[in-house]
């Protein structure tokens, strides 16, 4: 979750850019950089490893001068945080500057045949990539403009990108490709400024009386930054009619960028959330999962005989998926429960035992207790948390920070996808350091979270779809959401997530429980969410679904792209797309959030403030 700032204008551009990368820093803080086009037209760099801040130290030198510039600070994803690999990027030439929030899913064949046409890289970084296909674009006679369209059409993933070109011709090319990274463009006083999220705009709007006029940039979207304002455009060059906003400093402080509800703008910075809960753990180079902040020895992992994970509401749910995942690929023994049980159950934990809780705030009191008797037991205690400073990686061994951002929708959302993808981190990091993934099997599962934020943006950009099925679901009273193996869980959370903010009652169950009790309840006044993706449960959860229908039950079913014939049987149905098996849990959870968000709108629910929830229970 990197963030991006742009300057053109007539003041200088170092302070400016600075000053919105000081209040990006919660997107990324490893690395930072700034690109300036000075006055003679050449690109003044300066990067430092570490904090914002540490480009402005004494004795760093004097601050590059120019009113056009780019920067960058960054959360690492492939490469360490080193100076090199320190963004802005730039070309063998040395005339371009690229920043890049997101992954190159296809960079490795890219940077191969980059190289092998006698291009230089001096990073470990995907990012590098793109500066060198901007410049062959333009060593063959393209414009930068053209050499910019043309390299957001060769990569894969999704992405925010911008790049600058050395010159007295000032201008900015910023793109948005895929769903997960965005840029907004704010137009002041005959000052423009892009950013990777509103907060970057601050200090164009240095007065609560100063308003912008603010353009988002949708999926294959780009704009050209000049002195005479911004043009918008497809990736094939075609103008784009822009909607923008006004916005003032106080819109921007507290802001739900455009979204109606905070936890829409949270469901939709999924994919970022994703991306950056893999940032620094993940060796693209190699393919492999490192965890630098893990806090056990490798002796110590081989030791392990058994890992409980533990967590309350949401937490729980992702706690269940993560016994699967840890059984799986980590070849341990593991169990999941609710921490209000756990703290109370006298459980058997030794040194061999490792315990990890998850939890958003890391305030949750039963989960909090919970982890102090296990600590006092004397078991390996590992949390994943999104709060620095909370009590849960105050108690912990070790902490793996979600690094979602700020969530203020009171149902979770987007940090339920964070847990996920560190709990399958977790997981193959495990089983790499026991020795049970070979390399091969290990590089697979790689390879598959890093289609991730891509395919989780690409489910988010049909809302209209979502609100056409809520309709049809929306006056149901009673919901029934059946899910097996490692998406039963998943079951449970699209259950909790609707009967929370729509007070809707809605029951999670595995579907091999179905016959043991639920199947009393089916009836045409019942809907059943079946969740039946293609996965080696297949069959069996399309048998549940039969026993639905033969007893007039109506079925809604999240299934396979591709799967006719199963959506022939049933009532509506919702898609995901193919993926590996440990992606399904994290695909499937986002058409469950959309329903239950649009169903509470329909039934004009407070969808950010639900009644008698809290964000964070820090009371028993």
């Keep these: 979750?990197?963030?991006?700032?742009?300057?053109?204008?007539?003041?200088?551009?170092?302070?400016?850019?600075?000053?919105?990368?000081?209040?990006?820093?919660?997107?990324?803080?490893?690395?930072?950089?700034?690109?300036?086009?000075?006055?003679?037209?050449?690109?003044?760099?300066?990067?430092?490893?570490?904090?914002?801040?540490?480009?402005?130290?004494?004795?760093?030198?004097?601050?590059?001068?120019?009113?056009?510039?780019?920067?960058?600070?960054?959360?690492?994803?492939?490469?360490?945080?080193?100076?090199?690999?320190?963004?802005?990027?730039?070309?063998?030439?040395?005339?371009?500057?690229?920043?890049?929030?997101?992954?190159?899913?296809?960079?490795?064949?890219?940077?191969?045949?980059?190289?092998?046409?006698?291009?230089?890289?001096?990073?470990?970084?995907?990012?590098?990539?793109?500066?060198?296909?901007?410049?062959?674009?333009?060593?063959?006679?393209?414009?930068?403009?053209?050499?910019?369209?043309?390299?957001?059409?060769?990569?894969?993933?999704?992405?925010?990108?911008?790049?600058?070109?050395?010159g007295d011709a000032a201008q900015i090319c910023a793109l948005r490709l895929g769903h997960a990274g965005g840029i907004v463009v704010a137009q002041s006083e005959g000052q423009t400024i892009i950013g990777s999220d509103l907060p970057a705009l601050l200090p164009l709007l240095h007065t609560e009386s100063n308003i912008g006029q603010v353009g988002f940039l949708e999926t294959n979207e780009m704009a050209v930054v000049t002195r005479n304002g911004v043009d918008y455009q497809d990736l094939d060059g075609n103008p784009i009619v822009k909607q923008t906003r006004m916005v003032s400093q106080a819109d921007v402080q507290v802001d739900k960028a455009g979204y109606q509800h905070f936890m829409l703008k949270e469901i939709m910075e999924q994919p970022q959330a994703v991306a950056s809960a893999m940032r620094e753990r993940i060796d693209f180079e190699a393919r492999r999962v490192d965890l630098p902040d893990f806090p056990f020895t490798k002796q110590e992992i081989a030791d392990l005989d058994r890992v409980i994970l533990i967590g309350c509401g949401t937490s729980l749910h992702?706690?269940?998926?993560?016994?699967?995942?840890?059984?799986?690929?980590?070849?341990?023994?593991?169990?999941?429960?609710?921490?209000?049980?756990?703290?109370?159950?006298?459980?058997?934990?030794?040194?061999?035992?490792?315990?990890?809780?998850?939890?958003?705030?890391?305030?949750?009191?039963?989960?909090?207790?919970?982890?102090?008797?296990?600590?006092?037991?004397?078991?390996?205690?590992?949390?994943?948390?999104?709060?620095?400073?909370?009590?849960?990686?105050?108690?912990?061994?070790?902490?793996?920070?979600?690094?979602?951002?700020?969530?203020i929708g009171v149902a979770s959302t987007k940090t339920f996808l964070a847990s996920l993808t560190i709990l399958n981190l977790l997981a193959i990091f495990l089983g790499q350091s026991r020795g049970i993934l070979d390399q091969e099997k290990s590089q697979e599962?790689?390879?598959?979270?890093?289609?991730?934020?891509?395919?989780?943006?690409?489910?988010?950009?049909?809302?209209?779809?979502?609100?056409r099925i809520a309709q049809l679901y929306a006056d149901f009273d009673y919901f029934l959401f059946l899910g097996r193996g490692v998406n039963a869980p998943i079951a449970s959370e699209g259950a909790l997530k609707l009967k929370e903010i729509s007070y809707i009652h809605a029951e999670g169950y595995p579907a091999g429980e179905m016959k043991h009790g639920p199947i009393a309840l089916i009836d045409n006044a019942m809907a059943t969410v079946a969740l039946a993706p293609k996965d080696f449960l297949y069959d069996k959860v399309v048998n549940n679904v039969k026993e639905v229908k033969a007893r007039d039950g109506r079925v809604l079913a999240v299934l396979t792209e591709g799967d006719t014939e199963l959506a022939a049987e049933v009532d509506h149905v919702l898609y995901i797309p193919e993926a590996p098996e440990h992606l399904i849990p994290l695909l499937a959870t986002v058409p469950l959030q959309l329903l239950a968000y649009n169903i509470a709108l329909l039934r004009e629910r407070d969808v950010d403030q639900p009644r008698n929830l809290a964000k964070s229970v820090t009371v028993e």
């Design 1 to 166: 979750m990197c963030g991006i700032v742009g300057y053109i204008g007539g003041q200088e551009a170092w302070p400016i850019i600075y000053e919105g990368l000081r209040l990006l820093e919660y997107r990324g803080y490893d690395s930072a950089g700034i690109a300036v086009v000075d006055p003679h037209g050449n690109i003044q760099l300066r990067k430092t490893v570490g904090k914002v801040n540490g480009l402005d130290e004494d004795g760093a030198g004097p601050k590059p001068q120019g009113t056009v510039g780019l920067g960058h600070t960054r959360w690492a994803t492939h490469g360490r945080p080193t100076h090199e690999n320190a963004h802005p990027h730039t070309d063998c030439q040395k005339r371009i500057a690229v920043v890049h929030n997101g992954i190159v899913e296809n960079y490795r064949e890219l940077k191969r045949r980059l190289t092998d046409d006698g291009h230089v890289f001096e990073s470990e970084t995907d990012t590098e990539v793109l500066t060198h296909l901007v410049e062959e674009g333009m060593d063959q006679g393209l414009t930068f403009q053209e050499a910019f369209r043309r390299m957001g059409r060769m990569v894969k993933g999704s992405q925010a990108i911008s790049a600058i070109l050395q």
């Design 318 to 407: 992702a706690a269940q998926v993560g016994r699967h995942l840890v059984e799986r690929y980590g070849g341990l023994p593991a169990e999941a429960e609710s921490a209000s049980e756990f703290r109370y159950r006298n459980p058997y934990i030794s040194p061999r035992t490792l315990v990890v809780s998850i939890g958003q705030s890391g305030e949750t009191a039963d989960t909090v207790a919970a982890m102090q008797m296990a600590k006092d037991k004397g078991g390996k205690l590992l949390t994943i948390c999104n709060a620095e400073g909370s009590q849960a990686t105050r108690i912990a061994d070790g902490t793996l920070y979600m690094r979602a951002g700020i969530e």
């Design 445 to 467: 599962l790689v390879d598959g979270l890093a289609q991730a934020p891509r395919l989780i943006g690409d489910l988010l950009a049909d809302q209209a779809n979502y609100r």
